[in-house]
């Protein structure tokens, strides 16, 4: 089934000059793997679109049940050369949570998602 | 040696809840108070302030705050670290002196500061031997923006605070010294941490980044069922409760508001974060992949394991230039069709703009309430959005043209779709842009100094 990762993960973001950074860190431990094998770099640019120019890097944190993305030209020239109204990127964490995933039903059953 | 030291943090930024430091004094017992002040361009505002009045370009909000708080430091022997010196950590030093004999404990208290971070007056003489400060994110050489330079200002660690403390001062003022630092120098302090213990310098630097910001990391801005985080209007500021084997729990208060608990503290750690196998500071090198947290009761969480590695051979070099104007205008426009009013709008200021042959760096339309902050992923705007905020920025080079754009958005409402307010404040403001330009410089060209005043 299809899943918006809204349930079942949480996020932070922030920006470092033009890269913002999103922490998404899965609610449940047994959610992480699933982050792990559906969140890749690759997804998280494409789901992006344009708001993200330049590449994705993603980090892993198994201690933390984490992943780390670095969504590198994304803020407009970054700090105070940025006109946008998020020039810290503040809330590219829930965009984020925006994103669908794919999950077993087993997976789901686990996560008490259905 | 003390089994646990309670250090308190007062400020997230400067700016944040003025009596949040007051309350992790009086709300119960901590051994430090750890006040952040410096953001990144905060240094180019305060050398500023400096050259129209040499006795300011620090940190003002620190010196009512410490006349309030001083009498109650003394007494409880609660020491303060602070980067609230700014470009004149002297001034900063005096000030707070003044306040200390006004209450009367003259003699009862030593400030310790810190200098030597500022290397303004060296830059040409760095550049000259070849220490070219590009910049980190692009790599462009420093020269090509050397006339615009506004200040620069090297982030030092926690070495000089620890000098100062040993020295026996209680209010310990820097200049640009590192956030993590301000936390991690009275551990070293206390728990007499050797340079080379790089496992509880990494810990004590993880402490400082989860409590720098903060009550975000106890409850403010946290996503994890952010509904039911009590009582947010009187949130209790975070405590690091540390132990010298490199240990800590993150709490605040009893009885104050707001959470903390591991999906907090994990919001925090990830904040900001770049590689997190390298979190690099002037102290050492923080592996984040190392971090073990444990439910340690109700608002506490233990932090333990923490690795980390030696400390690389430059410093962070913090510098500031003009980078030119920008100004941003705003109208609100009302149902119906709000969301297509508001992109109408924006097509006849264009097209003003372009009449005007005015010429911009950049450009930049967002619609508040349809895409500005997740864009295209909010979908289709809703055609009976009750209103939307057209939002239009403009940044260049050229003062006069942005003063010009500043003039185009007002007649818009005379002259353009209907059912549009949103305009009391007046005129848009033209801002001076002053930009970040991080580099990293060889340890060996900094030399910071310390210095311990008797009040």
């Known amino acids: 089934m299809r899943v918006q990762l809204v349930k079942l993960a949480h996020a932070r973001s922030g920006d470092k000059g033009d890269t913002a950074n999103v922490g998404l860190i899965a609610m449940r431990a047994e959610g992480y793997p699933i982050l792990v094998r559906e969140v890749t770099a690759e997804r998280v640019k494409q789901h992006f679109q344009d708001m993200v120019r330049g590449d994705v890097e993603r980090f892993e944190l198994p201690n933390l049940g984490a992943l780390n993305f670095l969504l590198h030209e994304s803020l407009g020239g970054g700090g105070t050369l940025s006109l946008m109204t998020d020039a810290q990127g503040k809330t590219f964490s829930t965009a984020l949570l925006r994103m669908e995933i794919e999950i077993s039903d087993n997976e789901a059953r686990k996560l008490e998602l259905n | 040696m003390k089994e646990t030291i309670r250090i308190a943090a007062g400020q997230g930024f400067w700016g944040d809840l003025p009596d949040a430091p007051v309350r992790q004094v009086e709300g119960g017992p901590i051994d430090y108070l750890m006040l952040d002040y410096l953001a990144e361009v905060t240094m180019s505002i305060m050398q500023k302030q400096k050259a129209r009045d040499p006795n300011a370009g620090y940190a003002r909000d620190f010196v009512p705050l410490m006349k309030r708080i001083l009498p109650a430091c003394v007494e409880r022997g609660i020491k303060v670290t602070a980067n609230a010196g700014g470009v004149n950590v002297r001034g900063c030093a005096d000030a707070i002196i003044a306040v200390a004999r006004e209450l009367g404990l003259a003699g009862k208290v030593r400030i310790g500061i810190v200098t030597g971070d500022d290397i303004m007056s060296r830059i040409d003489e760095l550049l000259s031997r070849g220490i070219e400060l590009r910049n980190m994110d692009n790599g462009e050489p420093l020269s090509s923006v050397r006339e615009s330079i506004q200040s620069a200002n090297v982030y030092l660690g926690a070495a000089p605070l620890v000098e100062a403390l040993n020295h026996g001062a209680q209010i310990v003022i820097t200049g640009r010294a590192t956030d993590t630092g301000l936390t991690l120098a009275p551990l070293i302090h206390e728990f007499g941490w050797a340079a080379d213990d790089w496992n509880r310098l990494a810990a004590g630097t993880i402490a400082g980044h989860i409590i720098e910001c903060g009550a975000q990391c106890s409850g403010g801005n946290c996503q994890f069922d952010w ?193 549009v307010t949103g305009f009391a404040g007046g005129r848009p403001k033209v801002e001076e842009i002053v930009a970040y330009w991080p580099a990293l410089i060889p340890k060996s060209e900094i030399k910071p100094m310390v210095e311990v005043l008797d009040a």
């Open chain 2, 227 to 419: 509904r039911n985080i009590p009582n947010l209007a009187d949130v209790g500021f975070p405590i690091a409760e540390a132990s010298p084997d490199g240990t800590f729990v993150i709490t605040k208060h009893e009885g104050t508001g707001g959470r903390v608990n591991i999906p907090s503290v994990k919001e925090q750690l990830l904040y900001e974060m770049g590689d997190p196998h390298e979190y690099i500071t002037p102290d050492c090198v923080a592996d984040f992949t190392t971090i073990h947290l444990q439910d340690d009761g109700r608002d506490r969480v233990r932090v333990y394991g923490i690795e980390g590695r030696p400390a690389t051979e430059f410093l962070k070099v913090s510098i500031s230039y003009s980078a030119g104007y920008k100004a941003v205008g705003t109208l609100v426009y009302a149902w119906p069709d709000a969301y297509e009013k508001a992109q109408a709008a924006n097509k006849i200021l264009r097209a003003r703009l372009d009449r005007l042959g005015l010429y911009f760096d950049h450009v930049l339309t967002e619609f508040v309430g349809a895409s500005a902050t997740h864009g295209p992923l909010a979908g289709e705007p809703r055609a009976d959005a009750p209103e939307v905020q057209l939002r239009v920025g403009v940044r260049g080079q050229d003062r006069s043209a942005i003063e010009r754009f500043t003039k185009e958005i007002a007649p818009l409402i005379l002259t353009g779709p209907p059912a």
